[in-house]
């Protein structure tokens, strides 16, 4: 049966093999104690993709998911795949095609379970992907909203950070799922570095919580903290406050160890980034492992910090120019991916799928 046969079937006229993207994430600030309503700080990091299709396929054949190295009937996918499962069936009732079914590919520029946001972002490509197919339009906040129901499934309480950030155009200011855009003012850049051991996002938000529960004054203490230190950077990036932005970095590393989610071996690339000149280094994301996330004051330092981030062993390296029109001035900086190690993606997480108010302002100070 062809797509034409399906489209007349299902009277769907514009029915065509669908095509999404989203990208990675970076957490800024703010990882953790965002889950309990404090502030983050979120970076869309556009070079890194994450690209789905969707193909209609033949009533009554098994569906079929081609995703992180599984290849099969989508029904009988593992676990892991249960937040791209959710995001098909949420963006096929959203486009009016319950009915339907999709051959599903996704093919990711960055690794799975390195708190770079891959599970929000296949959920989000994939919603995109179908609603695509089926000649649907939607709001970003709508499409945010869909991923965020996905998420639910593989994270148990999502903040929204995630399906906003990587659905999103600019760096924001979250709050209890309502967001600021941020207005960079801050010629820098990130170096992004994977310590190449990948940590389950739901694994460490549970271990947070178990120690909530168990040390309410102390850890409610540090999530303050970190949520006063995503506000402060939200400033910092603002007015171009580079030094005050590296010490919070550094600041809130510690504070993220004190809770036990960060890995030895992220550590140490913070340590070591620290000693190339970086003006502050953090772990980014749920922790147990996953990426480390470096300021450097100009191109030269960033380069200079991801030579060395290599040579200490983190299997890829990139470079983001915080301010967006750096793209241009420093073309090809952002592109720089040493490694395609564990290209893929991951569902880590599945969060609650609260609705997210991304009908925001601009911030500016
Ligand atoms: C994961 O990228 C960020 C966390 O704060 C979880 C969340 O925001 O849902 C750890």
Not at 89 to 104: C, H, M, P, Q, R
Not at 231 to 237: E, I, M, T, W
Not at 266 to 288: F, I, P
Request: charged share 20%; hydrophobic share 40%; glycine share 12%.
């Amino acid at each position: 049966m062809t797509i034409q046969h399906i489209r007349q079937r299902h009277g769907m006229s514009r029915l065509h093999r669908g095509y999404g993207e989203t990208w990675a994430k970076t957490i800024l600030m703010g990882e953790h104690s965002v889950v309990y309503g404090y502030p983050a700080v979120a970076v869309p990091i556009h070079s890194l993709k994450m690209r789905a299709w969707a193909i209609p396929t033949i009533t009554g054949h098994a569906a079929t998911l081609r995703s992180l190295g599984y290849y099969g009937p989508i029904d009988e996918a593992p676990e892991q795949f249960g937040g791209v499962r959710k995001a098909i069936e949420v963006a096929k009732s959203y486009a009016g095609a319950s009915t339907l079914d999709f051959d599903i590919v996704t093919r990711s520029d960055f690794p799975a379970g390195r708190g770079l946001g891959s599970s929000a972002a296949a959920s989000g490509a994939v919603v995109r992907a179908i609603l695509d197919a089926c000649g649907v339009a939607a709001s970003r906040q709508d499409v945010v909203g869909l991923t965020n129901r996905a998420e639910v499934i593989t994270h148990g309480h999502p903040s929204g950070l995630d399906a906003v950030t990587t659905c999103g155009d600019d760096p924001v200011l979250f709050v209890k799922g309502a967001m600021t855009l941020i207005d960079v003012r801050m010629p820098a850049y990130l170096v992004i570095a994977d310590s190449g051991i990948a940590g389950s996002t739901k694994e460490a938000v549970d271990d947070v919580r178990a120690q909530y529960r168990r040390e309410r004054d102390r850890v409610e203490a540090i999530l303050q903290r970190l949520g006063t230190l995503a506000s402060q950077a939200a400033r910092d990036l603002a007015e171009g406050g580079l030094n005050s932005l590296g010490r919070r970095m550094d600041d809130a590393h510690e504070l993220l160890n004190a809770l036990n989610i960060s890995h030895p071996v992220a550590n140490d690339l913070v340590e070591r980034a620290r000693r190339s000149g970086a003006l502050g280094a953090k772990m980014t994301g749920g922790g147990l492992g996953g990426c480390i996330i470096a300021l450097a004051a100009d191109g030269m330092s960033a380069r200079s910090i991801k030579r060395d981030l290599l040579a200490g062993g983190a299997p890829a390296v990139w470079i983001h120019p915080l301010n967006q029109l750096d793209v241009e001035v420093d073309g090809g900086l952002d592109q720089e991916i040493e490694d395609e190690a564990g290209t893929g993606i991951e569902i880590d997480r599945n969060i609650a799928g609260g609705d997210v108010d991304t009908s925001h302002g601009r911030f500016r100070v």
